[in-house]
Nanobody, 124 residues
């Protein structure tokens, strides 16, 4: 069982940047697939980005392409999400997710087993 804890949320102005981090109870790259999801008030949770640790390939939701970057901070041992050019539509609770299954890594909830509690990001 992997426990995930997100940090870095807060309030940010439109056009600003924010970096989120996700710490795991095990070595972060023990997980084969890592991702970020978000849920805006009154909306369903949606995928933001995912990365496959086996090949380091990343995939992004169209709404964040070119603005967000998902990466593993090997120094801190965390999964991070660098968010730039933030828009009010980026407001929501951001969740870190992980899976230990090999060969399966998709930008979808079904691909993930473990979830963090979330961190709130408010853009205004």
């Amino acid at each position: 069982h992997v426990q995930l804890v997100e940090s870095g949320g807060g309030s940010v102005q439109v056009g600003g940047s924010r970096r989120l981090s996700c710490a795991a109870s095990t070595y972060i790259v023990n997980s084969k697939c890592l991702g970020w999801f978000r849920q805006a008030p009154g909306k369903e949770r949606e995928a933001v980005a995912r990365i496959y640790t086996g090949g380091s390939s990343a995939e992004y939701a169209d709404s964040v392409k070119g603005r967000f970057t998902i990466f593993i901070d090997h120094v801190m041992g965390t999964l991070d999400l660098q968010m730039n050019s933030l828009e009010p539509e980026d407001t929501g609770t951001y969740y870190c997710a992980a899976s230990e299954r090999s060969g399966i890594c998709a930008l979808a909830e079904w691909a993930f087993t473990y979830w963090g509690q979330g961190t709130q990001v408010t853009v205004s």
